[in-house]
């Protein structure tokens, strides 16, 4: 059976994108998601804008009106890291790539 492959990339690359999503649950785990606003503390039922925690092993979220705050400013990923800083200390940020 012969693999599928994307069009090579605008300008002649022959660069492929990442197409393999798989799941490996030995060394992998789905993270909890948090039912509380990582800023208000408010309950939240749905949540559209999530940051991993991994110190904790949850899902940071952000309520509705945080998150359309925070969305249209650019400013949800510097948010969470604030958030981050302040539950863990400011070494915690070092663990993150971006």
Known sequence: MEEERMPPVAGGGEEEEMTDFSFDPGSQRELDVENKCCITGEKVGNSFCRFPDYTTGT????????????????????????????????????????
């Open 59 to 98: 899902m940071m979220v952000m309520s509705k009106k945080e998150m359309i705050k925070h969305l249209r400013a650019a400013t949800s990923l510097q948010k969470f890291r604030e958030v981050l800083a302040k539950r863990h200390g400011k070494g915690v940020l070092d663990d993150y790539k971006s």
